[in-house]
């Protein structure tokens, strides 16, 4: 990371320091959670989670290169130099927000109930035609991953793709006062975390708060055909850009044509141009996905060429609309995530098929006080779609195989308690050559049944 003092550090997070004075003005070489991630010379940051306490682990740092921890307990007389603080969680983010401050670097944030992961894989695809680009790795957006990604930041990187992720209110207030994004990218404003966000309304009010840390010489970009994006007018006075598929959009798309699994062709809009750009993976939301690609790369000045050959670069990631050819199946490893909206996308996906199509689906999280109602709902929706075999694993998803039932009497419909069960009857249920769609809530640990295809 960029030069960082111990006596920076402990001056930026309000903590108490320990060691000689030769120690305060040596830099660390980065900042880790992980003990079994110590590099030489890097930050430990002691955190107390659920089953682990991070304290306990800070000897064994320092052996590993430790060159200093933050703890919030007084670790007595100790050879190594360490930093005290109330909370080293708290200390994280003030370490991040302090750390970006000092970077001269474009940071684009990306939030919104559904396709975060997928969009950002395509703005960071599009801007490395011309950038030397970070990204959000992983599931690292919220605030512990989002100071983590910050703090990956070198010299060398021109622009940081961030996703930010929440569940409840002020959450993505403290994720933008550490990103302090230049360019804030909205995908849509579904029903995630209704449990704490209470209505569309509210989800809307918690995604848009990046914007009160945002660069007030940045850019706004927002999905124009989502009903709630399309009226929305930030406090700040920017004017919004938006993309989607009407042509009342900035950017938008025309002579769409799905190449089934094989991806979409398009011709992208532009305020200045037009051109076209094939999509390898399928799914209108993908489109959408090029659009917000398209809209981030001309507010840093790329060319149609670098975007077109930024869309066209983009491969899939496991877990999200992966592609999984196995010799007896053709697997659409969608598992890492789901919501009502994400999931009714990817049925319409599965629908793209030539062959016999088995939707393998589970049980969807933090949906509120109309859970039922929601699986009841998808199950309508894959009934209608003309999925072949709708295959219904978990507690809650029993209610999306009655909605099925109750839709189509005709269609093949099984429900099954848990994986287990499931994989009991799978040779059973599956015939050679299906195409298989798997999707459910990341706690539903549906990669075990791709890779148990896989095998097969």
Known sequence: MKHMTLREIAQACKGAYFGSEEAMGKEVSGVVIDSRKVEKDSLFVAIRGARV?????????????????????????????????????????????????????????????????????????????????????????????????????????????????????????????????????????????????????????????????????????????????????????????????????????EQIENQGLRGTDARFVTPESAFSAHISIPGNHMVYNALAGIAVGYALGMTDEQIKAGIEALVPLAGRNNLIETGKFTVIDDCYNANPVSMKSSIDVLEKADTRTVAVLGDMFELGDNEKAMHFDVGVHAAKSGVDVLICIGALSEEMAKGARETNAEMEIHHYADKDTFFEEMDRVLEDGDTILVKASHGMAFAQIVERLQKN
């Not at 990306?110 to 992961?117: A, E, F, P, R, Y």
């Open 53 to 253: 306490d991070g304290h306990t682990f800070i000897p064994k740092t320092i052996e590993d290169g430790a060159l200093c921890a933050l703890s919030e307990e007084d670790l007595g007389d100790v050879s190594y130099p360490y930093i005290r603080v109330e909370s080293c969680t708290q200390a994280l983010k003030d370490l991040a927000e302090h750390y970006r401050k000092s970077l001269d670097i474009k940071v684009v944030g990306i939030s919104g109930s559904v396709g975060k992961t997928s969009t950002k894989e395509m703005i960071a695809s599009v801007l490395e035609q011309k950038f030397n680009v970070l990204k959000t790795e992983g599931n690292f957006n919220n605030e512990i991953g989002v100071p983590l990604t910050i703090f990956r930041i070198r010299e060398e990187h021109e622009v940081a793709v961030l996703e930010m992720g929440i569940s409840g209110f002020g959450e993505m207030t403290r994720l933008a006062k550490m990103a302090r994004p230049d360019i804030c990218v909205f995908t849509n404003i579904g029903c995630a975390h209704l449990e704490q966000l209470g209505s569309r309304d509210g989800i809307l009010k918690a995604k848009t708060e990046m914007i009160a840390y945002m660069n007030p010489d940045g850019s706004i970009l927002l999905n124009g055909d989502d009903d709630k994006l399309a009226s929305y007018l930030p406090e700040n006075g920017i004017k919004p850009v938006r993309f989607g598929l009407h042509t009342e959009n900035d950017f938008h798309a």
